[in-house]
């Protein structure tokens, strides 16, 4: 899959929802970052999100611009900026709001853990901390 390994932006409602609905039919796990261009610790976090999209191709990592998509942000009850949330199939598993990467590989890690076999993604996660 082309999308495999990086980060989809979703710049319309229709590209928002074929990504939740690629998603959701595959049961894979979701990060979305709900960003915004003039926001400052969103800007400092898009290289560490696109590097975890790197790093776990088996995970869908989608961003949405809540100024390009407002209805979405609100419809999800993004607040804040950066937030990242965790969904898979339908279910909103966590979030996390702000610039805390530590708190977002936590996440990540934890549900990785509960949604695959392999224990890759934990040492993939380390690899990560000590590259930022």
């Known amino acids: 899959m082309a999308r495999?390994?990086?980060?989809?932006?979703?710049?319309t409602f229709e590209a928002w929802n074929d990504e939740?609905?690629?998603?959701n039919e595959a049961k894979r796990l979701m990060v979305v970052d709900f960003t915004a261009s003039w926001c400052g610790p969103c800007?400092?976090?898009?290289?560490?999100?696109?590097?975890?999209?790197?790093?776990?191709?088996s995970v869908m990592f989608l961003r949405v611009d809540v100024d390009e998509l407002p209805s979405v942000a609100a419809d999800w009850g993004v607040e804040g900026?950066?937030?990242?949330?965790?969904?898979?199939?339908?279910?909103?598993?966590?979030t996390v709001v702000g610039?805390?990467?530590?708190?977002?590989?936590?996440?990540?890690?934890k549900h990785?853990?509960?949604?695959?076999?392999?224990t890759t993604a934990p040492?993939?996660?380390k690899i990560m901390h000590s590259y930022y």
């Open 4 to 11: 495999e390994g990086k980060v989809v932006g979703c710049h």
């Open 20 to 23: 939740l609905c690629r998603g």
């Open 43 to 57: 800007r400092l976090m898009a290289p560490f999100f696109a590097e975890l999209a790197r790093k776990l191709p």
């Open 81 to 94: 900026m950066p937030t990242f949330m965790f969904l898979k199939e339908g279910r909103i598993l966590g």
């Open 99 to 109: 610039a805390k990467k530590d708190e977002l590989q936590q996440l990540l890690a």
């Open 112 to 118: 990785m853990m509960n949604t695959t076999t392999t």
């Open 123 to 125: 040492s993939s996660l």
